[in-house]
């Protein structure tokens, strides 16, 4: 009887961990058409095709037309000359396709920008509240850790909230810190510190709840054990996600 009682537990207990598995896979079969390529394309004279250059992950909220990435994924300038404009890519593999956008508000201290789609729409991720989920929750989140040099394919990474930790968003250089800047380096906000690998083409992609897929934070930084190089070659496994609650203030803002 024991023995019995023993295998129903372990056939249960397996059953169980196929259904979270089965679970996130359907979460993550649901998002991704609303998982976007961030990034700019150019006219290249001669070519029929545009020359494009990857910068990030981003995703689609709101009304399908609201896309939300890093703020650090915007290019500083856009070539003009050769008719460089800011667009998603949308799709999966070799058929994806561009899409152009503009940026409609901005929000450096949290390193992130809301863009709107300048024609169509795409499925909406849903946002999570503003309350911030306790240490220890499932999260996953999904982007493009490599850019889109083999097409469009994203890559799912799945972890834990590890701490809520303060941080402050840095200026790139220290030659170029402001009075500003230098007031948030004082006073830095509590930001998620996941124990998952992000990459630096992760950088807006959206942190979810692997239950029910909605969004929680935005990837914005990886910590870089020596050199920049060395991200790839031996990652850290620790990443950093923006709280969605600011998110929400970026979608108020006038």
Known sequence: MKAWLGIAFC????LAQFARA????????????????????????GSKKPAISFRG???VIGNGRQVITNHHVLPETLDREAKESLAIFVGRGKAGKVMAVKVLRKDRDHD?????IVSGSLPAMRLA?????????????????IGVVLGLFPVTHKGIISAVTPIAIPSVSSRTITAAQMKRLRAPF???????????GNSGSP????????VIGVVNSVFIKGAKETALEKPSGISYAIPVRYVHDLLKAK
């Open 11 to 14: 056939t249960l207990s397996l």
């Open 22 to 45: 089965a679970e996130l896979a359907d979460v993550i079969d649901g998002l991704r058409p609303s998982v976007v390529g961030i990034g700019t394309v150019r006219s290249v004279q």
């Open 57 to 59: 992950t981003g995703f």
């Open 112 to 116: 992130l920008a809301l863009l709107e």
């Open 129 to 145: 509240d503003s309350a911030f989920l306790r240490e220890g929750s499932d999260i996953a989140f999904t982007g493009f850790p």
């Open 190 to 200: 509590d930001v998620y510190q996941l124990d998952a690998t992000a990459y630096p």
């Open 207 to 214: 942190v979810y709840k692997r239950n029910t897929g909605e």
